[in-house]
């Protein structure tokens, strides 16, 4: 049971917008920054949004994050095959002193 | 160009010690926190602990507390994460990660390409 609350999964068709949520608590999310990581089936996690909606150089603007007290969102707009990935919200939690992961979501392109 | 290479695969039985490692270059690795991340066969990525390589200040979740050891060498720019007594249940993908100098507390900016540990008799 992880400690932020994603959706197992998630599905679009090329083109389309998804949003992915994560919910946590007033340990983490509601006093610190959220970070999302999309990962590649085979390859490590990179880190996609960090401070809830800042990109990392070469991050397309399709990728976009928010927040709102307890909850953060990941946004992909125009979505396209190569988006199909796991992707894994983050951030730090007071009551455990340390990183803390959603279960992450697994994103199919239709 | 920031690097974080991690040692190769391991394949090991049941109660062998093992000790992997991580070796950053491209920054300054005294500055920067590192964790280690395990992702289990196809489940998701658990948050292990971090370390400060400057003074080896070290944290740990509560659900490896007292299972692993993570470490750090300076002089070589290294981090390290070991075991004394290993378990089926730890065959896993390892991955180090570095904190970014954002603001704290800092997402991981770089990842390891990871580390395959087997453990089986």
């Known amino acids: 049971q992880s400690v932020l609350t994603q959706p197992p999964s998630a599905s679009g068709t090329p083109g389309q917008r998804v949003s992915i949520s994560c919910s946590g608590s007033s340990s983490n999310i509601g006093i610190y920054t959220v970070h999302w990581y999309q990962q590649v089936p085979g390859t490590a996690p990179q880190l996609l949004i960090y401070n809830n909606n800042q990109r990392p150089s070469g991050v397309p603007d399709r990728f976009s994050g928010s927040k709102s007290g307890t909850s953060a969102s990941l946004a992909i707009s125009g979505l396209q095959s190569e988006d199909e990935a796991d992707y894994y919200c983050a951030g730090w939690d007071d009551s455990l002193n340390g990183v803390v992961f959603g279960g992450g979501t697994k994103l199919t392109v239709l | 160009e920031v690097q974080l290479v991690q040692s190769g695969a391991e394949v090991k039985k049941p109660g062998e010690s093992l000790k992997i490692s991580c070796k950053g270059s491209g920054y300054s690795f005294t500055t920067h926190w590192i964790g280690w991340v395990r992702q289990m066969p196809g489940k998701g990525l658990e948050w292990m602990g971090i370390?400060?390589?400057?003074?080896?200040?070290?944290k740990y979740s509560p659900s490896f507390q007292g299972q692993v050891t993570i470490s750090a060498d300076k002089s070589i720019t290294t981090a390290y994460l070991q075991w004394s007594s290993l378990k089926a249940s730890d065959t896993a993908i390892y991955y180090c990660?570095?904190?970014?100098?954002?603001?704290?507390?800092?997402?991981?900016?770089?990842w390891g390409q990871g580390t395959l540990v087997t453990v089986s008799s």
């Open positions: 990660a570095r904190h970014g100098s954002s603001s704290w507390p800092a997402p991981y900016d770089y």
């Open positions: 370390i400060y390589p400057d003074d080896s200040d070290t």
